[in-house]
């Protein structure tokens, strides 16, 4: 209990002063993923990930990002796309959704410069891997197009929008 209390209040500093918790994650266990700052610093140690620690982290990041915990989801998704590079490199299918998780994380914080760039690395990644007419690229193509329209930027959205809407049809 006073352990927790002291943990807690570690955190709290740290939050305070936007000061970032070095997650490290090994074979000997973890540091929790807990969000001080609005950036963070990972450490992966393990010398493998599974495909179900990868499909873990992919569904802390959904569960954070749907609880609208946004800074806690980008921690996830940076830890996320660090191991699925080392694991898969960078033209893999995972690595495109890694990068699309990163674009969805920025895209909800409004940082639509990071989003773009994500979500057009993850459009590159996925056409060439699954095709140009696949629901995983009208996915990206969707999720891009909204970074547009929240920027103004509505001649570029509405082609991508168009698209999408194609290859669902």
Not at 109 to 134: D, M, N, T, W
């Amino acid at each position: 209990r006073r352990r927790q209390r002291t943990q807690r209040m570690r955190i709290g500093l740290l939050r305070g002063r936007n000061v970032a918790l070095c997650i490290v994650d090994h074979d000997d266990g973890a540091t929790p993923a807990v969000a001080t700052a609005d950036w963070g610093y990972f450490r992966l140690r393990a010398v493998e990930y599974s495909p179900e620690a990868l499909a873990h982290w992919a569904g802390t990041i959904r569960e954070l990002f749907g609880a609208g915990k946004y800074a806690e989801a980008l921690v996830e998704a940076r830890e996320l796309e660090a191991a699925v590079k080392a694991q898969f490199g960078t033209n893999h299918a995972g690595y495109a959704t890694a990068l699309h998780n990163l674009g969805n994380v920025h895209r909800q914080r409004g940082s639509y410069v990071e989003a773009e760039g994500f979500y057009k690395r993850a459009l590159a990644i996925r056409e060439q891997g699954v095709g140009p007419e696949h629901t995983d690229v009208a996915v990206t193509l969707v999720n891009l197009s909204l970074v547009y329209r929240s920027q103004g930027r509505f001649t570029e959205a509405e082609p991508l929008m168009r698209r999408a809407v194609a290859i669902y049809a």
